[in-house]
């Protein structure tokens, strides 16, 4: 599966040595394999275009891909594969932050350059848990591509002050994705004033959990919250959907926070209504996004529905263009441009800068739209600038 992946994008730059190779980390098969290839075909979009406009350092840009599971161990073997064996200098991709964890001490000790799109678990308000931002965010070799946890809830917390709820039921994963979130969303939406009447915790299907909900939205049922807040995996937007609608549990809203939605379950029936957090859709009216989807289409015969494509595409581009920039493939020079840099995305154009502790963190809290599932699509519902929809009531 690995070879073919590799000389399926080998293909796609055309024969010939590769001066410089990116070794990719993504779930391609397994519970979050929807993410994981959303992600490669972002990347092969960009590489088709890299390769098209001159390549890096003048020779065709070559892509190296391991398929991490969304298992820790089988992404750090897959990482030191790509350094003890590949070579390679600068690491793409990334999903989960459990994986990352799982990776650090790795990534210490080869520190090649790392840009990451995924594990978003800061740290940052949790003193009994040390996340990936506090771990490695002031490391000169490591880029955050993807907001943070308390950057994905200050985008929450604007839409719920809009929305005028006034209880939240929260259910999250177990793990290092939805513990610290849960607690930091439980301290801000109590700040605005809002209750919180039930923090329940369950394991994800990703992580090993059942799929079965049942006891846990059955408590939500009892608190009767104006809206149920859950953060999970991919893999458990849609059996919690199921049963919340087969327990005839309606809260008014219904908020999902999953790095990524299944590929297909915009026109799953118990998806109805269902909202969420999501960085890129491809109704978007900006041109960048525009060019983005059409290119897409073009490429892979179907919209771009996670935003992890988005998120690969520019993360690629940006590598491309920071060492085409430094004009080498040493580390300090192609630091020094992935600093200084801005660099194209389907949401515009974005940079590196600092955040609470991280050195390097490209998208912030501004790049978060409110989607609700609405007639088998999703529409974008707030902000109200980039709204395609008005918010539909659905109990």
Not at 68 to 74: I, W
Not at 230 to 234: L, Q, V
């Given at each position: 599966m690995k070879r073919a992946l590799a000389i399926a994008l080998l293909s796609l730059v055309g024969l010939g040595f590769a001066q410089v190779r990116i070794g990719v980390l993504s779930p391609l098969t397994g519970a979050a394999a929807g993410t994981g290839q959303a992600q490669l075909r972002g990347f092969q979009l960009a590489l088709e275009e890299i390769n098209a406009a001159g390549g890096v350092l003048g020779q065709p840009l070559e892509l190296i891909v391991e398929d991490?599971?969304?298992?820790?161990?089988?992404a750090v073997a897959a990482f030191e594969k790509l350094m003890t064996e590949d070579g390679v200098e600068f690491i793409a991709g990334g999903y989960s932050s459990g994986v990352t964890l799982a990776l650090i001490e790795s990534f210490r000790t080869f520190q090649p350059i790392v840009s990451w799109i995924g594990g978003a678990s800061s740290g940052i308000g949790n003193d009994d848990f040390d996340g990936i931002e506090e771990l490695i965010g002031q490391e000169d070799w490591f880029f955050h591509v993807h907001p943070w946890d308390y950057q994905n809830v200050e985008a929450t917390f604007g839409?719920?002050?809009?929305?005028g709820v006034s209880s939240v039921a929260v259910l999250h994963e177990d793990g290092a994705f939805g513990t610290p979130g849960a607690a930091g969303l439980e301290a801000g939406v109590e700040a605005m004033g809002i209750d919180v009447v039930l923090n329940e915790a369950f394991t994800s299907t990703l992580a090993g959990g059942t799929g079965?909900?049942?006891a846990a939205l059955s408590k939500v049922g009892a608190a009767n919250p104006d809206m149920l807040y859950?953060?999970?995996?991919?893999s458990d937007a849609q059996p919690l959907s199921s049963q919340l609608k087969e327990l005839g549990v309606a809260p008014a809203y219904v908020f999902g926070a999953p790095p990524g939605w299944p590929t297909g379950i915009d026109t799953a029936p118990e998806m109805e209504c269902v909202m969420g957090l999501i960085g890129y859709l491809p109704n978007l009216p900006n041109p960048e996004a525009v060019a983005?989807?059409?290119a897409y289409r073009a490429m892979h015969g179907a919209d771009p529905d996670n935003y992890m494509a988005a998120l690969a595409y520019a993360q690629?581009?940006?590598y491309a263009d920071a060492i085409n920039a430094a004009g080498t493939t040493d580390q300090a020079a192609v630091i020094a441009q992935l600093e200084a840099g801005t660099f194209r995305s389907p949401m515009g154009e974005w940079r590196f800068k600092?955040?609470?502790?991280a050195k390097h963190q490209g998208f912030g809290s501004d790049m978060w739209l409110v989607f609700q599932f609405q007639d088998g699509r999703r529409e974008i519902v707030w902000p109200a600038d980039r709204a395609t929809a008005p918010l539909a009531a659905c109990r």
């Open positions: 991490t599971r969304a298992d820790p161990a089988t839409f719920l002050g809009d929305l079965d909900f049942r859950w953060i999970g995996y991919d983005f989807a059409n690629l581009w940006s600092p955040s609470v502790q």
